[in-house]
Each structure stands twice: as C-alpha cells, then as structure tokens.
C-alpha cells in the first residue's frame, strides 16, 4: 500500500545532479558534473590534529547537545570576520547551519507562502530551486546578461515579492560576477521595495585574481541575507555553514531550525574552530585558488581546442564551474546520454532554470577531475558536438 | 523594516524546552528540565580513537560529500540490527538522518498538507508536535491510559489521518511504556486503516530490566516509520539518527532530505561505524541503563518522601524522564517561575498537550543530576508544591 504525500511532496523530484553523480560515481568516468571540491585541498592532517585536541581538551561538551544559533566562539569568529567596509556585523546575526543548503530550506519555511513570489537569477543555483519549491512560491525568473541579474528587471518584478535569491560571486551554475555598481544598484533598489536579499556565497573566497569584489552584506546589514560555507574553503563532508541576516529574522528562522533538527553537530563547530581561529584560512585558501585557477584555465584551452566556433562559454574569474551554450538545437539533455556511454558526464543546463529552460546550455565543473583527463573529457566532448552540428 | 513572514513562521514560537534551558545553564541552577543524557555516559576516549583512525585511513573520503541516503555500512549495520522476529529490514529502508528530529521535519514534509489531520499521543512529545506544527495540520489529541495510546480510541479517529505519532518505549515526557497486546493492536489498527504508524524509539535501548519489548516495526515492516537515534546510547552532539520505512516512502524522504540539507556529516557516519560495528553498543548500553536505573530510583525516592500525597507520578521502567500530576488547581508553569527562583528548574506540562493542556503536570529529568543533587531538588519543589496546597 502507498500512503497519500503531501501536494508539495508530489511535486517533488529528485535532484537531477544527485542522480547523474550516482551513475558518474563510476571510477572511469571522467565527471565534470559534480559541484565536489577536490579532496586534493582537504585539510586532512590539520582537522585529525584538532578533532584529537578538541576531544581531548573538552570531549564531553563537545558531544553533548548545544545551543540552537550555534557554538558562540566560531559565531563570533565568523561575525569578526565578515565585518568591516564601515559594515559591524554582530554574533547575534549568525545562525550556525548543517551545511548554507539548510539555510535556503529555512528561508523558505520562513519567508515562503503556497504562491509567494521568489525571485531567481536565470540561470539559478538548482540546489535553491529545490528546497524553495518546496513550499510552492510562483517562481520570477529575473533576467540576466553576461554580468548576472539587471537591476531594473528586479525593480520591475520585485515588489510584494518574497525574496530575492542571488549568487553573486562565480555563480553556480554559470561561473559569472556581478560587477561592483550592479551589486550597489541591487542592494538599493531591494531597500527601496523592502525585498529581502538572499546573497549565497559559497565560492566567494575562490577569487583567482586578486580579492573578491564587496559583500552586499556589508552595504546593507539590515537588507541582505548572506550565506556562507566551510564547505569550499575548508570541507564539505562536515556539513558546516551559517546565514547572517537582521536579528528578527535570525530568531525566526533559529526557531524553525530548532523544530527541524535542533542544531548543527557541536563537535563539528568546536573543530572547526580550532582550525580556523588563529587564521589557518589565510594561508590555505590561495593553495585552492592556484590549484582551481590552473584547472579552470585547462578547461578553457581545451575548450577553444576542441569545441566549435558556434559554441560560447564563461570565463570565470573565480570558483568551480563554466557555463558552456550550444548551437540552439543541440538538447544537452540527449548529448548527455551520449556522452555517460563515452565515459564522460556533466550537467544539462535545463534543471538549472526556474521557468523555460534553454536546453542547449550545459554545466561543467573543472576542479574534480585532474588536467589530462579535462582535455580528454573536453575532447570527446567537442567531437559529440561536432557530430550534431 | 521587518520583512513579512510565512502563515506558518507567524504561528511559530520558540521552543518552552529551550527557552528554560537557556535560564538553566546556569551551572548554580539544579536542572530537571534539560532532555540532555549525562556526559559521564559518554565514550570520548573511544569516540577520538574513531575520528582517528577514520581521518588517517580515509580522511579524503570522510571529509567529502556523502550520499543523501548515508554511508552504505552503517545503513547495513542498523537494518541488520534491527531485524529480527521474522522481520528482515533492507538497508535500502533506512535513510540516515542528522538527528532523528530532522526525521520529524522530513515526515510533515513529505505527508502532511495544511488542514491533515496528525495524531498523537495525549500529551506528546514537544519537539515532534513543533515539527509537525510547521506544516500546519488538525492535530487530533488521541486518548491515552497509564499504558499509553488506547487501540479503540485510534481506531475511532484514525481513518483518513496522515500520520499517528506514537512513542512506545519510556515515552517522552511521562515515561511510560506500551505493553505488548497493545502494541499488536495497534500495529493491526494501523494497518487496517493504511494509517502510516510511526514509532519514535529514542529511548528503547535504555531499558532498566530487561530487554525493551518487541518493535512494532518488526510487526509490519510496511506499515511502521520507525526513528532510532544514536544519541542516548552514544552521544547527541555529533547528531545522528535515522528512519526506517517502507522503501516508497523512504525514496520521497530522501528527496526532501537532498533539498533541506544535502546529506548528513560523512565523518560522523563514518565514525559511528567505526565505534560500534564490533559491538561496542552491546557492552556501553548497560552501563548506562545502570546509571539511569540508579538516578531514576533515586528521585522516584525523594518523591515519595517530599511531594504530597496529591501528587502522583509515573514510574518508568526506562528512559529518562518522570511525569507528575499534581493537584488540578496548581499551575505548574507559575510553579516553574518559584522553582527557578530557588535555583531549581523542570518543564511544565503544558506544551506536550497538541490541544487541550493539563496545566497541574510536569516532566522531570533525572539523568544529568547527580543523586545528592536530585534529592535537593525535589525536596525544593516538594515545599513549593506543599505550599501552594
């Protein structure tokens, strides 16, 4: 006997990638598709050496229950650390998180009703269409050029609306950046219509040249939602993020989490610190950046090798993915199968949009697989696309 | 500018539980309030050991995303120890969660839809309710004896409900426990009615005499949600829990689970495998019931000889808490406010009631405080209560 679902989990798919990467799991093959950071940056030696400290020193609180925001040193480390630009931001508009995915969920339990409008980059990050759709907003789509959303487009759609969601650094899935006075006129025009704005930055501390452009957080504390991970700069498989926001939405969005699954693991928190605290980050971030920058530039060049003159990419200055359009009649979705039976996988672009998909865009991920596999997996490629052209 | 929050987040209030608990971390106050298991039961030289040998054999695979469904061994190990009395239970049933509140959250998610109607036990326990409420159904209060739910009462009101929530072992908050022939009732009431029957079992392995009773899980596989924790009989601070289903439903569970957060820590998963494949659980578990055993007499003790004869309480055979009732004019949320005063806190009946609150009850916590502390306490109370009379 099947038992009656809730409408909203009738709707519910499961993730696109998360299936592909079950079948790309496969050793031989070559996965552009995974947003995985190389475990080449995994800090191994450095979280054995304080999981062994935090347990030894303070073992029985660290396997206790905790507090619901979070472990208050690494509340105010972050808070410390996001500050400045004239911006204070304070502990209190930190909520610790299971992983910056969790807070999207949060979001929409809190701020969401059945047919809310929320509002989306075109493309979108797909992990925040799911856990939004969830609770059933009408999707805006919000239109985009090479730089990511247009302030007018968002001045034009955005009042009564629910929320603003943007990735404005190295955005997933299109590895593009809102320059500094898109993010200035972003930020004014959501505080003239009273439009929470959801800044995910996840992959903003992988800047390639240089240091990433201003936090909207820090031009408007009272105005944006920011997230943030360890997951990228540290590792993923903690499951440790945080979202800073005005404390009358931090208490709410605190109480949700409490009925959702009470907190994030102390322990973690309390490691995490002890790898942070005395600014390890500083010196091993740039070690990601120069690894990612090598293999994102690996990517390009076989690109330009090996895909034809009618196809058109990004070229990101920062983070984990290039956004690749095809000639409009190629569907990424069939090149796909075509590619995973040649040993090569990557994401179709269409479960990335929140309304009409452009089916001939696709997702690639440069920083799991090693350079000499990136020009082969971008060879073969190139000649499936050459085949349908 | 507050910004405008969802139906469900306006109706939203923090949790009673937590709230005291904050006033109650106050080392000087003699807390009954707190769910927390006592830190002297937990395995910190073992649990170290683990994250070690985890970190130095496999600290790449630890310290990345995992699997929305889990690590693959420790799902085999609890369907393999869960099954048993001609039930055999497929690792392919079990979805690993970051505590098996978050299971509470994913199960209102998936099968409640606003106006569903959600039964329960009368009263409940607190955290399940608040989950639940998020998604805001009709929560019918099923009508419970000393022996916890009665069948006839279930079968009356079931048919056509979403769920019945029911906590079978040393309940939280009374402490009671369904005896067998109620539970087959049960199981059989449910299965009649296609009623999804969930068993939260929290508190089954910290049995006081003798083994717990069998599972209603066990009694129909394909009718019973079914949600362990490693958190009483390890630690809670790491996290960790899970929910054994009929596999339809556990697929949709994993979808939603992929939306709110991804996935639960790699490395918890990994090191809780690591600590109990060799049966670790099986020499730790009596130790604590030991300890429990002796803190739980300990207080049934001082209550006999400090509380009125107005008052009555449950006597557990297991678990961690004790209900009292006291006489119906004495209001034990002002109660609280004296007891706190005199540095001693517990929680008030009433936010276990889905409806119509018992405003004379109360639950008390006897495994963090130590038997001196125990007897202090409850004397404290005894003369407020007799004072009140």
Redesign the interface.
Known sequence: ?????????EQ????AI?EIL?ITMRPEIISFA?G??S?LT?P??R??AA??KV??RD??????????DGYAPLRAWIADSLSGEGARILPEQVLM???S??GL?LLG?????EG?RVLVETPSYL?AL??F???RPEFISVETDENGLLPDAVAKVGKGA?LLYSLPNFQNPTGRTMPLERRLALVEICARL?L?LVEDNPYGALSYHGEPLPRMLNMNT??VIYMGSF?KVL?????LGYVVAPE??I??L???R???????????QMVVHEVVKDGFLDEHVPTIRTLYAAQCQCMLDALEQYFPASASWTRPQGGMFIWVTLPKHIDSMTLLDAAVEQGVAFVPGAPFYANTPETNTLRLSFVTVPPEKIREGVATLGRLIAERM
């Open positions: 006997m099947h038992w009656q679902f809730s409408a909203r989990a519910l798919q499961s993730s998360r079950k995974g995985l950071p475990p995994f191994v030696e979280m054995r999981y062994d347990l030894s073992g029985k609180v660290a396997l206790q229950y905790g507090p619901s998180l299971s992983g995915q969790q969920d339990k809190v701020l969401v009703d809310s992990g799911q856990a759709s969830l609770y629910r009273g929470p009272q105005g997951s590792t993923p498989g903690i499951r009358h939405l208490r709410k605190e109480q949700a409490q009925a959702a699954d009470l907190h994030t693991s102390q322990i973690t």
